[in-house]
């Protein structure tokens, strides 16, 4: 290039093949920024798709080293184009070099672009400088360097110098590749400078020159100095290495400046993990050391040192995990202190050693033991080089040639490919979880001392741990010696997929249930009947026998052990195999001992009974009996003893003494995790007493109303003999009548073991609500109650929220005083973000704020909603008042706000009108007038001496006054409102002298002639925006007559308000200074959610007409306006929307965006900077004293304040796709992008971390894939990179997508606290101000015997108000997260993690494998398993309900429904998870019964509560088609036992209601609305129909349950998060919900139909709808609920559409690359998917389940008429006949379309014709010969649907036998014809129901009828009309 001539530039190819250099050293930390591609070019000047990009945002990720020169090039092209034009020559060679073949993605299209670019500036360019690109590069260079890098060095931010010596060091290098030769001697002092000038993150500490306040703060100063004291210790070999990232880092660089430096050489560390952890472990050291310091002052010291309490605090959280597993295992622990060295330095060195191994550990973070393995070995290293201190150089343990990943690849890399070979074994979760090892897996690998032979150090990769997972049979390699090595099996735990883990985890609590369920039958049976009856022997003796089930249930439990953990056998230790071993054998002891003992006991025995009696012998055998039950009893007894002596057990089972083990052996196998887990005794009385209650409440029912009622019918029906049979019986001599028994009794069954769930729900709603009562919940419950309460807030905001100083000590009112100050402070930021928020009005903020002003008045200024028409009602007091000052008085004081009102406004009229006036003459007519008043209100005769009644007349001139005040903000001198102004004023001297005085006549005389009094006056003070706002309060005071009541008008806003001044009230710590506070980050991980609303997205109108914008102007009428006065903008046309910008915000701040989520969690910065700078100085003084000093102080506060507030919070977006959506072609992503860059440069302290994928060439020309866990912040136009750690691998490969996104930021937060915080979440200012309150609650000893580890917060559901769907899902997630937890937490202690919004223990949870669980499938529901492993780690979960943080939910049903399937899924994986299983075994009994209810309890109630249904339904099918009914029913015997035998029947339908379950919602909206506005929201909600969706959620929960348990198939399903209501098509909704809900619904239909048809005749009509009521609306629900909330689903058009859309769905085949939405055969196939990845014991049992279909055609055949009453088995054999045929002919007609349809057509028809012939012979046959009626062929349809059914799911179930047949077309053809019926059947009502207009306006009224009520026209948005009138 230095032969460069002319203008035109030289050929950047031919220049490039003569030399190649090595990319600049000088770069190595320059931010890097790969960025999209435009879908059309690169210049972006040919499309209008996507937004304008440079291209310093266009490179492909492989070149991102050349983005900096580009920026530069960028930065400076206005200022020289022609340097410009040379640095993007110099990234055009760099790139060539880089990647010379263009083999990277995008390299070639990019490199074509910039030469493209070249080759056009170097023409047009011309040099300024000099006369050649050398000269002038230099030139410009150095110009460049004094005007930005010497002038004003110290004066410029740290930012803007990072940026000027960014370009520098490009300009540099650029140099010197220009002109080598040219000698640069000058600048290298600003090429050393350049590395002071790096980005960072929160602490500049490599930045040089200007003072930064963060490093100004003592502690911070104490932390570095700590970290650098790196004297005495050895140093390590250094040797010129490469960083991860592909640059070489300097000799200069390897010099360890500090301990982190040091192990960075010492163990190869990646330089950005240290780099990172540094700055996490010097914050963590000074907020520490803060909370401990105490107060401001103590730590203003010149010379502060970090206190070694600190450090030891930091090592006891770290290292309690690490000294635990050392002690499980019999270690010793590693962490030693060398004699001779300094123990805080060695502490920092094991510190810095654990934070950089999880640093960059990656998904290595989920397995905590492992860690702690890898840690183990990595401390004793450590401990022998810092122990022997007689080298001065060491060799470090870990090195690679040429980089700086060594750690990783030597020690994370071979684990991390473990785990990817599991995962691609696993398929995606999708094979079962027994064939491949999960995270829990490899980590409790480590549990076990056989790791430390197996594994070794360093780690052998031919361990079994290593080995590859089991290969298909077709891929097994024979000659491979690798893979002949044993591999590891699954460890400790299998997840198989049964119902039985329910028995197996909860055994207590179902052998609880059935021996008292088999009690209380033996009971009721006994003669009496009654509870006193078990007094009698033989009684008692009967119920004894219980111990005999309990045997029979303890060697099940036994049996399953063994069973159900097979494949884990080889993984478990000896102790354990031989424990299960015993217990198995010892189970079949009891099981042989106990009933042998029992039958010698029974007198009279007969059969097996006597057999056993006679080989007993003449023994004692009652006493032998008693005495085996006493034996086996034993150690229950004992366990009950330890129960009751709590530490004890506490103690025995955290303990890891071996005699202590071996005397646990039998009853508990040894775990890691869930050991000791006891709570306190009070919480043990709590939650004890609850179930002992809630228990004795159940039994007695069940006993009384489910039990004792069915005994008598029950004899009887025993006792009537063999019934009449209507069919062919195959059992016909069974004795007592069992079928019918069984029948009858099955579903009593059923509901006993259900029933305890409703009970649950009724008891948690009283303890909740008695719980929420205690809590001072709902005490300010409406504006009334807060006007009535309000004088008291600033009390209780003094007491919780004002920090207690202890050094200062001020008076009670001085106090008080402050108080009220800083109340005043947080309110007004607090009004101001409500206003910003549009919320309020202008006119409503002025009405809610307090004067900043600074008081001057003698009262304290309310807010003028409280003084709002006191000031009107005190002149009517005064106009009444004719006689004494004292009623007059009375009166004012009887109101303390008119009295305060009153005082303030005379006050600050005076002040006013002082100010106003220029001339002293003028103020002392004032001063007479106030001298006057005053002393006549002394001598108290004001109303003698003055017309009161003139007042109102005064107040009118004032007001007029006040408003030519505050019109303008500057007057001249000739303005003519300036005279207004003094006429103004002269006119109301008047009034007062001569109309209101009585003796002020005198007072207005002008001294001198040449002027006139109040005519010159002073208008300056009113530049000033306090006195401004003194003059708007004022007037507002005078003018405001309406009462306040309304004030604000909007909801929300309301909300708001209330419960902020009720939190104030309830229980709390007190908030602790900002400084000594716990420093906490929030993270949000982001996926490709909306960020912000584009224009063409809220403008967009969709197939109804209506746009998001107009959809959100209805439901938001009032914001909208607010909005509108805000911006000051009144659009007359709705076109002219479409210019406004803040429009986009405007939206979002109302969807579910990120937009909405990042502003709401930067409320937390600002209330930090606001209490700190409350907390340093009185800010109020400040505003008073306008002078240069106290401005100058309040610059110095604000700047300390927002250092401080950006040591204590952090806040980290995990965009785990940021890097893909820079390079996307996507314009929608690109849009995601700038975006997302956008909040980064608004927010200066939001940090987005994302996962970059970097293609890199190799040597044999192919590209590689490296991965990078990168964190950005947003510069002045671009994202900098500031941390940035290669990955193993792919991270998000492994797991599930959200742990994985959040797992690999977590190391990019900071703080002892982290906030996990989802993208659909809000929050609010005022609850930002309570976070330091919160945070006081880990320190709590108030919630059990540990301090909490997890803080529970409570959500408001801000989506509740757009349609009745919208709100019944509020309601209902509301109570969950309200009342639910509130029980949940206390008195329960079972809360876990239920998602966000809650406060984790970072330190506890980062130690502990992480706030979420990440194993694909078995951790789908992430959250919770969080909770569950904090328990079981020693964890305390609570839940605090002073603050609130928003939440959005899904509003449509389809949406709701996909939320439900999620949830129901994860419960269903839940249950197979060792997590449950072991908090099962491990809970005290009362404590598993909460545990169980409350997570897959209620999930199994549910299932058990439709199971019931059809257990009931079937039972009385067999009943009516067998005709055991009817004989039974006209039996004489049986009707006395009739009325019984009817409420046996009709009691289980008492719970499918469900509506009992609505009690908690009840409950909570009437402790905080009131319990009127409960009742009413309640009969509100049962009108629209909430009972009908709940019931269909129902039918959700269950088959998502119940599918996922047996077959699996969970996945992560997205909900979406719009709230635009939309159409969804019918076939849309039967894709969706035809096996959940459609089919279940049409079985139960033709099951209620065949009772009532078979049934009718001798059943009266009464006991059948009092039977089936609840059943039928079930049906209803289930197959018309997702049309009755469909918008416009009864709209005749819509109807039309969907009736064509379905046909079309119905008649397109399948085949490649058809979706499931375009045809019905993509769709039924992928139906059955579940069915091919399950176990063969699955599939056995679906073809058992489907064969219940035929009962109907067995029973319906003997009912024909043309059956004549035969009972023989030929009827039935008949029937098959009969279908056989009609099946054969199908097939012909399947056959003969595909042989004849096309070619010949003549054959097809003449064959469809004999058939159709045939079979009107064969009907008019058997109509004239056999008797056949019309009724026999309805009844046959109903008859032989259900056994095509029964073939269809039997085919289903056998597809891959059939497909090898040629049945497997015909199965789908079958399959078509059923499908094609059931939707006829679901559309006739729907079609039948259009033809109506006002089923359509009725179904949108019931939709949205909350809407309506907050002024949504509904109607008009559906039908597509404008408002036209909104525009003027």
């Known amino acids: 290039m230095a032969n460069a001539r002319g203008g035109g530039g030289p050929s950047p190819m031919r220049s490039q093949s003569g030399r190649q250099r090595a990319p600049s050293r000088a770069l190595s930390r320059a931010p890097t920024r790969a960025l999209t591609m435009r879908p059309d070019g690169f210049s972006g000047e040919d499309g209008t798709e996507g937004p304008f990009m440079e291209e310093s945002e266009l490179v492909p990720s492989s070149l991102a080293p050349i983005v900096p020169i ?145 490093m100004e703060i003592p502690e911070i100063k104490a932390a570095v100095r700590l970290l650098r004291r790196i004297e005495g210790l050895p140093m390590p070999r250094t040797e010129v290495s490469q960083s991860s990232d592909g640059t070489t880092v300097s000799e200069e660089m390897d010099i360890p400046h500090d301990l982190l430096d040091w192990l960075w050489q010492t163990f190869g560390f990646q330089k950005g993990n240290v780099e990172n952890q540094k700055e996490h472990l010097i914050l963590l050291l000074a907020n520490i050391d803060m909370r401990k310091g105490g107060n401001v002052h103590q730590s203003e010291r010149h010379h502060h040192e970090i206190d070694s309490t600190t450090v030891m605090h930091l090592m006891k959280n770290f290292f309690q995990n690490y000294d635990s597993w050392c002690q499980y295992l019999h270690l010793k622990s590693n962490i030693r202190i060398p004699r001779d060295a300094s123990a805080q330095q060695a502490e920092l060195l094991y510190i810095g050693l654990y934070l950089l191994i999880w640093g960059e550990a990656s998904n290595v973070r989920f397995m905590p033991e492992c860690l702690c393995y890898i840690f183990h070995h990595m401390a004793r290293d450590l401990y022998d080089i810092i122990s022997d201190r007689r080298e001065e150089y060491f060799d470090p343990p870990f090195r690679r040639e040429g980089s700086d990943d060594a750690f990783l690849q030597l020690v994370i890399q071979p684990i991390f490919n473990v785990m990817r070979k599991e995962a691609i074994g696993s398929k995606h979760g999708t094979v079962s979880h027994s064939k491949w090892r999960n995270y829990d897996d490899l980590n409790e690998y480590f549990w076990s001392k056989k790791c430390f032979k197996k594994l070794g150090w360093p780690m052998d990769l031919a361990a079994d ?381 002025n009405l809610l704020i307090v004067p900043s002003s600074g008081s001057k008045t003698s009262v304290f200024q309310w807010p003028l909603f409280l003084l709002a028409s006191k000031i009107p009602i005190a002149l009517d007091m005064a106009k009444s008042v004719k006689k004494k000052d004292e009623e007059l008085r009375k009166r004012i004081n009887q109101d303390p706000y008119t009295k305060y009102a009153v005082i303030e406004c005379y006050e600050t009229l005076l002040d006013i009108l002082y100010n106003l006036i220029a001339e002293e003459s003028d103020k002392k007519v004032v001063d007479r007038i106030r001298e006057s008043i005053e002393d006549s209100i002394q001598r108290r005769q004001l109303v003698k001496e003055f017309r009161l009644d003139e007042l109102p007349q005064l107040s009118t001139k004032f007001d007029k006054l006040l408003k030519l005040l505050v019109l303008k903000d500057d007057y001249d001198e000739n303005d003519p409102a300036k005279t207004q102004v003094a006429n103004l004023l002269q006119d109301i001297m008047e009034i007062i002298t001569q109309d209101i005085m009585k003796n002020g006549q005198g007072i207005l005389k002008d001294e001198d002639s040449q002027k006139q009094l109040f005519a010159n006056i002073n208008l300056d003070w009113l530049k000033y925006d306090d006195w401004r706002e003194k003059c708007v309060r004022l007037q507002l005071l005078l003018t405001t007559k309406e009462s306040a009541i309304y004030v604000p008008m909007n909801l929300e806003a309301r909300r708001r308000i209330t419960f902020f001044a009720n939190s104030l009230f309830m229980k709390m710590p007190r908030a602790p200074p900002v400084r000594s506070m716990m420093s906490f980050s929030v993270l949000t991980p982001y996926f490709k959610e909306d960020v912000l609303f584009l224009p063409e997205d809220l403008y967009k109108k969709n197939e109804d007409g209506i746009s998001i914008l107009f959809y959100l102007r209805k439901i938001y009428p009032d914001e909208w306006k607010n909005f509108l006065e805000r911006i000051k903008f009144n659009p007359m046309v709705e076109d002219e929307l479409k210019k406004m910008d803040e429009i986009c915000p405007w939206a979002s701040y109302r969807g579910q965006t990120l937009t909405r989520t990042v502003r709401g969690m930067m409320y937390y910065r600002k209330a930090l900077e606001t209490q700190c700078a409350q907390d340093m100085s009185d800010l109020a003084r400040l505003d008073r004293d306008r002078t240069t000093t106290s401005y100058q102080e309040s610059e110095a506060v604000c700047e300390m304040a927002q250092a401080i507030a950006d040591i204590k919070f952090t806040y980290v977006v995990s965009c785990q796709v940021y890097g893909m959506q820079k390079i996307s072609k996507d314009p929608k992503d690109q849009n995601c992008y700038l975006n997302i860059l956008n909040l980064m440069i608004t927010n200066p302290s939001l940090r987005v971390a994302f996962i970059d994928e970097r293609e890199a060439p190799t040597g044999n020309g192919t590209t590689e894939k490296t991965y990078y866990s990168v964190l950005v912040k947003g510069g002045e136009k671009y994202d900098e990179e500031i941390y940035r750690i290669k990955l193993p691998g792919n991270p998000t490969a492994i797991g599930e997508g959200k742990p994985e996104n959040q797992n690999h930021a977590i190391i990019f937060t900071r703080g002892e606290a982290l906030q996990a915080i989802d993208m659909n979440q809000d929050n609010y200012i005022e609850e930002a101000f309570k976070m330091r309150n919160v945070l006081e609650e880990f320190e709590s000893r108030n919630y059990g015997n540990s301090k909490p580890t997890i803080l529970g917060l409570r959500e408001h559901i801000f989506t509740g108000s757009v349609s009745s769907l919208a709100w019944f899902m509020s309601n209902q997630e509301m109570s969950f997260v309200t009342i639910g937890q509130r029980v949940l937490a206390n008195p329960l202690k079972v809360r876990f993690h239920y998602g966000h919004p809650d406060i984790f223990d970072r330190l506890f949870h980062i130690t502990r494998g992480g706030i979420s669980k990440a194993s694909k499938t078995i951790n789908l529901s992430e959250d919770i398993f969080s909770g569950y492993n904090s328990t079981m780690r020693g964890g305390n979960i609570t839940h605090h309900e002073y603050m609130q943080v928003g939440k959005g939910r899904d509003v449509g049903m389809n949406q709701i429904s996909s939320f439900e399937a999620k949830v129901a899924n994860g419960n269903g994986e839940q249950t197979l998870s060792r997590d449950i299983y072991r908090l099962g075994r491990r809970f005290d009994f009362y404590r598993m019964l909460s545990f169980y209810f409350t997570t897959v309890g209620f999930y199994f109630s549910s299932m058990v509560t439709v199971l019931t249904v059809y257990v009931f339904l079937y039972g009385r099918l067999y009943l009516v088609l067998s005709g055991l009914e009817k004989s039974i029913l006209q039996d004489p015997r049986i009707e006395q036992n009739i009325k019984p035998l009817e409420n046996a029947l009709a009691s289980q339908s008492v719970f499918q209601l469900g509506l009992i379950l609505v009690l908690p919602m009840v409950m909570e909206v009437g402790l905080e609305k009131g319990f009127r506005t409960a009742l009413g929201e309640f009969v509100i909600m049962q009108l629209q129909l909430a009972s009908v969706f709940f019931t269909f959620q129902l039918g959700t929960k269950t088959h998502y349950y119940g599918r996922t348990i047996l077959h699996g198939g969970a996945i992560y399903r997205s909900t979406g998060r719009g709230f635009v209501v939309y159409h969804a098509k019918f076939a849309e909704n039967y894709r969706m919900y035809s096996r959940s809900h459609f089919v279940k619904g049409l079985e139960l239909l033709i099951l209620l139909v ?13 006991l059948y709808l009092f039977v089936t009521f609840s059943i039928w609306f079930l049906v209803g629900s289930w197959l018309f609920a997702p049309f009755i909330f469909n918008p416009s689903c009864f709209e005749w058009q819509k109807t039309v559409e969907d009736w064509t859309d379905w046909r079309k769905w119905m008649g397109n085949r399948g085949g490649i690359g058809m979706s499931l939405d375009q045809s019905w055969e993509a769709w039924w196939i992928s139906e059955q998917e579940h069915l091919r990845k399950t176990s063969c014991r699955a599939l056995l049992l679906e073809i058992i389940l489907s064969l219940r279909f035929l009962i109907y055609q067995y029973g319906v055949v003997y009912h024909l008429n043309i059956a004549r ?91 891959p036998l059939l497909k090898k047949t040629m049945m497997w077309d015909s199965i789908m053809e079958l399959g078509r014809a059923y499908e094609n019926i059931m939707g006829l059947v679901l559309f006739l009502p729907i079609g039948f129901l259009s033809w109506f207009p006002f089923v359509s306006e009725f179904q949108t009224r019931l939709l949205f009828n909350q809407a309506f009520s907050r002024g949504l026209q509904i109607s008009r948005i559906l039908a597509g009309q404008k408002d036209f009138g909104e525009f003027k």
């Not at 078979?1654 to 009464?1662: D, F, H, N, Q």
Request: proline share 3%; net charge positive; with cysteine.
């Open 70 to 214: 580009l920026r530069a090039a960028n930065e400076i092209e206005e200022e020289n184009p022609r340097v410009a034009y040379l640095c993007r020559f110099a990234a055009f060679e760099k790139a060539h070099h880089m990647d010379p073949t263009s083999s990277g993605r995008g390299v070639r299209q990019f490199k074509t672009y910039l030469l493209h670019r070249l080759e056009k500036d170097g023409q047009e360019t011309a040099r300024k400088l000099a006369s050649t690109d050398a000269k002038e590069i230099q030139r410009f260079y150095e110009q460049y360097c004094k005007e930005y890098l010497e002038k004003g060095h110290e004066t410029r931010k740290s930012e803007e110098m990072t940026r000027y010596f960014q370009i520098a060091s490009v300009l540099y290098d650029v140099l010197k590749t220009v002109a080598p030769g040219i000698h640069h001697a000058d600048f290298k002092g600003f090429e050393k400078d350049k590395a002071s000038f790096s980005q960072y993150n929160i602490l500049p500490l490599n930045i040089t020159g200007s003072r930064q306040p963060i």
């Open 465 to 845: 741990f290593f080995a590859d997972p089991a290969k298909p049979k077709n891929e097994t390699e024979k000659h491979d010696h690798a893979s002949s090595r044993r591999r590891v099996s699954k460890t400790n735990f299998v997840e198989v997929r049964t119902f039985l883990h329910l028995f197996r985890s909860f055994d207590r609590m179902w052998a609880f249930f059935i021996l008292a369920f088999q009690a209380m039958v033996i009971i009721a049976w006994s003669p009496s009947g009654s509870l006193s009856s078990i007094f009698d022997p033989d009684v008692f003796r009967n119920v004894l026998t219980i111990f005999i089930t309990a045997a029979f249930l303890n060697f099940l439990q036994a049996t399953l052990q063994i069973v159900l953990n097979w494949k884990a056998w080889r993984s478990l230790e000896c102790s354990q195999m031989t424990r299960y071993i015993l217990k198995f054998v010892v189970a079949i002891a009891w099981l042989i001992i106990l009933p042998t003992t029992y039958a010698s006991s029974i007198q009279n025995p007969t059969g097996l009974v006597k057999f056993f009696s006679n080989w007993i012998g003449n023994l004692q055998s009652e006493s032998i009996y008693n005495f085996a039950v006493a034996i086996y009893m034993l150690p229950n007894i004992f366990s009950a003893l330890f129960f009751i002596f709590l530490p004890i057990r506490k103690t025995l089972e955290r303990s890891n003494a071996r005699i202590v083990r071996f005397l646990l052996w039998w009853n508990q196998p040894k775990s890691y995790v869930a050991r000791g887990m006891y709570e306190g005794t009070c919480s043990l009385l709590k939650y004890t007493s609850f179930w002992i209650l809630l228990l004795i409440c159940k039994l007695t029912f069940s006993f009384y109303v489910e039990i004792s009622p069915l005994v008598g019918p029950t004899r009887t029906i025993m006792f009537l003999g063999v019934g009449t049979y209507e069919w062919h019986e195959f059992f016909p001599y069974l004795q007592h009548n069992l079928g019918v028994v069984i029948t009858v009794w099955a579903p009593i069954v059923m509901v006993y073991f259900m029933d305890t769930q409703i009970w649950y729900a009724i008891f948690s709603t009283i303890c909740g609500g008695v719980n929420g009562a205690f809590s001072r919940l709902g005490e300010i419950r409406t504006l009334g109650m807060l006007r009535s309460r309000f004088e008291a807030i600033p009390i209780a905001f003094g007491e919780k929220l004002v920090p207690d100083h202890g050094s200062q000590v001020k008076t009670h009112e001085g106090a008080k005083r402050s108080h009220i100050d800083k109340f005043a402070d947080i309110w007004n930021a607090f009004i101001n973000s409500l206003r910003d928020e549009d919320l309020l009005s202008d006119r409503e903020k």
């Open 1650 to 1662: 065949v009772y009532l048809a078979y049934g009718s005749s001798y059943r009266s009509s009464k």
């Open 1765 to 1855: 009453r035969n009972k023989s088995i030929l009827v039935y054999a008949s029937s098959w006949v009969v279908m056989l045929v009609v099946l054969v002919v199908l097939k012909m007609v399947s056959i003969g379309r595909q042989k004849f349809g096309t070619d010949l057509q003549l054959m097809f028809r003449i064959l469809k014709g004999l058939l159709f012939l045939g079979f009107v012979s064969v009907m008019a046959v058997l109509f004239v010969v056999g008797n056949l009626t019309i009724s026999d062929v309805f009844a046959s349809i109903l008859g032989f649907l259900p056994t095509g059914w029964c073939i269809l799911l039997i085919g289903q179930a056998c597809s």
